[in-house]
């Protein structure tokens, strides 16, 4: 079945970091593809959504782009802030399952000012 | 706009007893909620899909007559834990779906129920 892997956390950055997290997928079909961010005591929220491949996402600096070729869907930020303190999942939505998604495992990213 | 609120947010109950967890969309109606589970340190599993006006259909693995899912509502799908046990213990989380004006389906997400059966 289709399935998230996440790099392993916690993360721990300083102010002003560059931040890499990895997504990899694994999909029968073309599945679509998303980031969400969890804030300490809210819910989760979409961060941004690639379609198909070689499409970009990016919202409040986060970017990731849809790579077919490796299954991957890395989530990058130039400069951290002390505010993008959060959990952050990958996920993908196979197109044929109604909007069903299969999450990643989380990844907990700490920024130190 | 499109909130999802959840009641409670935390509840402790007794082995043996049931407990009944609310999910409402507040601002937008859904036709299609989902239930999701998620352990300490662990991805959120899907327990089941729910859609207004018929029955739930449960991912497999999740035991139908423990976890009664009720959709009576375009607003409201409540999730009933029946007969609790210390395993049951855990964070429960639901999601309303909604087809914005650019077309397609976003999930919107609760804040979860933190559930610890005693």
């Known amino acids: 079945g289709d399935s998230v892997t996440q790099m392993e956390g916690p993360v721990t950055l300083s102010e002003e970091a560059f931040l890499t997290i990895n997504c990899t997928y694994t999909?029968?079909?073309?599945?679509?593809l998303f980031w969400y961010v969890q804030y300490p005591g809210e819910g989760l929220q979409l961060l941004l959504k690639a379609t198909k491949a070689d499409d970009k996402g990016s919202n409040k600096g986060f970017e990731a782009t849809y790579r077919k070729e490796t299954t991957s869907f890395h989530l990058e930020k130039g400069s951290v802030q002390v505010s993008d303190s959060a959990v952050y999942f990958c996920?993908?939505?196979?197109?044929?399952?109604?909007?069903?998604?299969?999450f990643g495992q989380g990844t907990r990213l700490t920024i130190n000012p | 706009g499109a909130v999802v609120s959840q009641h409670p947010s935390w509840v402790i109950c007794k082995s043996g007893t049931s407990v009944k967890i609310e999910c409402r969309s507040l601002d937008f109606q859904a036709t299609t909620m989902f239930w999701y589970r998620q352990f300490p340190k662990q991805s959120l599993m899907l327990m089941a899909t729910s859609n207004e006006g018929s029955k739930a259909t449960y991912e497999q693995g999740v035991e139908k007559d423990k976890f009664l899912i009720n959709h009576a509502s375009l607003t409201l799908s409540t999730l009933t834990v029946t007969s609790a046990h210390p395993e049951d213990s855990s964070f429960y989380i639901c999601s309303a779906s909604y087809s914005g004006r650019a077309g397609g389906y976003e999930q919107y997400f609760g804040p979860g129920t933190r559930l610890t059966v005693t």
């Open positions: 999909a029968t079909g073309y599945p679509s």
């Open positions: 996920a993908l939505s196979d197109q044929g399952t109604a909007q069903k998604l299969v």
